[in-house]
């Protein structure tokens, strides 16, 4: 199995967003934005043709992958009819069009796929179409958010759609310089449109470019991003539940359709929304839409026969983290549903001054409906 080592370094991607051109010294004149249907139709004909012109001319032990053109005459197998490794596409709709995005999968990876709003730890090298080598983190590996809030320093829109495709790896201890060892991590190659990527251009890379990634995925962190908004634009608070148990779908991608101009006509079976207020689960603050805060109802309640050092109910029952030895995290609890045990008075109806208790199966039932989930419980006021 291959190991890759390295440092921890935070960097942080943004995305060009405005494209100008100066017309003379008392202003500018802003050049409109290409059609994205059309634009996407030009850069996926030349993306097609770079895979079926181009072949892998070889892939490390390392999952280091060198891509190559065909020469004059040349017998080489191009990507696009290799057998060797999977050449996968994936329908993405953004930008009121559907874009078709085709990623290799040199290797899955072993560990866990991130959902499109967490944060990863990966290595990358970005190149235009022509072999000309834009960007590269090798040397220097890229933490990054996925989560494509305009003013959280987010990466672009392809990496977010293709990362949840594959799984970190598994890492050992840091050593006593701080290295982290991974094995088994997911590592492939996205092709990405240029409305995927950096549609009005960024530094070498020229408006309306479709370009290509070569990379790994090595660990990820869970997000949880309920925000609210101040003057300094965007403070995380999250609710209490990791983005990627609020995927009611579960299909390991969460979109904010508030943005009706990128997003006008979603699919319905894209929305993770329980209570069809408009606002996706994993930036809602009150899932169930039942006034009472998602946070609120996660909370362990004083006196409650709860385990562990957290405030908070896990989502389901959890064991210790073997990591801390000196801690105990054990939580014999999860998020409980409303409760089915006695009545406080069984001569009187189930009202907000008459609840049932909890019972032990309400803890730690399958598929149980989770408070925070059930409009039903707290009990509304009459």
């Not at 892939?59 to 996968?88: C, E, H, M, N, R």
């Not at 990876?109 to 072999?131: E, F, M, R, V, W």
């Not at 930036?283 to 169930?288: N, T």
């Not at 549903?337 to 189930?350: A, C, H, N, W, Y």
Request: proline fraction near 7%.
């Amino acid at each position: 199995m291959n190991k890759f080592k390295y440092y921890f370094v935070l960097l942080l991607a943004g995305i060009a967003i405005v494209s100008c051109s100066k017309k003379d010294d008392d202003g500018a004149v802003v050049t409109p934005l290409r059609d994205y249907q059309e634009q996407f139709n030009a850069d996926n004909d030349s993306i097609v043709k770079f895979l079926k012109t181009n072949y892998i001319e070889n892939v490390t032990a390392d999952f280091d992958i060198k891509i190559s053109k065909i020469p004059v005459g040349g017998t080489q197998t191009s990507i696009w009819d290799q057998q060797t490794y999977k050449l996968l596409s994936r329908d993405i709709y953004s930008d009121a069009i559907t874009y078709k995005v085709y990623y290799l999968v040199l290797r899955e990876g072993s560990g866990q796929s991130p959902t499109n709003t967490d944060k990863i730890s990966t290595a990358y090298s970005c190149y235009l179409l022509d072999g000309t080598l834009s960007d590269s983190s090798y040397g220097t590996p890229f933490t990054a958010n996925l989560f494509p809030y305009a003013n959280s320093n987010t990466v672009i829109q392809g990496w977010s759609e293709i990362f949840p495709k594959f799984k970190t790896g598994i890492s050992s201890p840091a050593d006593e310089f701080g290295v982290i060892t991974y094995k088994d991590y997911g590592a492939g190659v996205m092709f990405l449109p240029s409305g995927m990527a950096y549609y009005t251009g960024k530094g070498s890379i020229p408006a309306y470019t479709p370009i290509y990634f070569t990379f790994k995925l090595f660990d990820l962190q869970r997000m949880d991003n309920e925000y609210n908004v101040s003057g300094n634009g965007a403070v995380f608070v999250g609710d209490g539940i990791p983005d990627y148990l609020e995927d009611i779908n579960g299909d390991g991608y969460l979109y904010d359709f508030r943005n009706t101009t990128k997003y006008p006509n979603p699919p319905k079976e894209l929305i993770d929304d329980t209570d069809g207020d408009g606002i996706a689960d994993f930036v809602d603050f009150d899932d169930d839409g039942d006034g009472f805060a998602t946070r609120y109802e996660v909370t362990k309640p004083a006196g409650a026969p709860v385990t562990g050092i957290s405030l908070y109910y896990p989502w389901d029952p959890i064991g210790d983290n073997p990591a801390t030895p000196n801690v105990d995290e054990t939580e014999i609890w999860g998020v409980p549903r409303r409760p089915t045990g006695k009545l406080k008075d069984e001569s009187q109806p189930e009202s907000i001054t008459n609840p049932r208790a909890f019972v032990p199966e309400d803890y730690t039932a399958p598929g149980r409906k989770r408070i925070h989930l059930d409009n039903t419980y707290p009990y509304q006021k009459k």
